[in-house]
């Protein structure tokens, strides 16, 4: 089984300062690079409102087409349409990329662990934000050990 990509972006105070901003091209990098379908997953439902809106007015001669969806959507796996989605929760059976916005890191499918996985899903590429202060970088350390563990493929990027 090939190991889930995990890429953690440590940001700059200017990119940390418009951290919508820095999403929204994220996420446009992902679908413009890859046939992966994007969740943006956080357990904030103000700071996903926001995502939401600012996927509305990202371009200027366009948006990026979305969902949001609640903790009680049903979406079967192959029916990821549009291909970028805003949760609360990882869908299930979800493969494509994730946009890791909550605090802990994903427990992915695997027999090595008894935990149990996020939602029988198994991304094939997580990102991950880590901004400019103590508690994130804590945060980011936290998850880069718990990714380790899972046998994932970690990466950083200074942005």
């Not at 820095?22 to 446009?28: A, G, M, Y």
């Not at 899903?121 to 400019?132: D, G, K, Q, W």
């Amino acid at each position: 089984m090939t190991p889930v990509s995990v890429s953690f972006y440590v940001l700059s105070e200017n990119k940390a300062q418009d951290i919508l901003g820095f999403v929204c091209s994220l996420t446009q990098t992902v679908i413009d690079k890859s046939e992966l379908a994007v969740v943006i997953l956080s357990d904030d439902s103000a700071k996903l409102s926001q995502i939401d809106d600012e996927l509305w007015d990202f371009e200027v001669t366009s948006f990026i087409p979305h969902q949001v969806l609640d903790d009680n959507a049903n979406l079967e796996p192959k029916n990821f349409s549009p291909r970028v989605l805003l949760s609360p929760t990882l869908p299930n059976g979800f493969s494509g990329a994730v946009i890791n916005l909550t605090p802990k890191a994903l427990v992915l499918n695997s027999e090595n662990h008894s935990q149990s996985p996020s939602q029988n899903s198994n991304p094939s590429r997580i990102l991950e934000l880590v901004l400019p202060n103590e508690q994130s970088t804590a945060l980011g350390r936290q998850k880069y050990q718990a990714y380790k563990s899972q046998g994932c493929k970690l990466q950083h990027f200074k942005v």
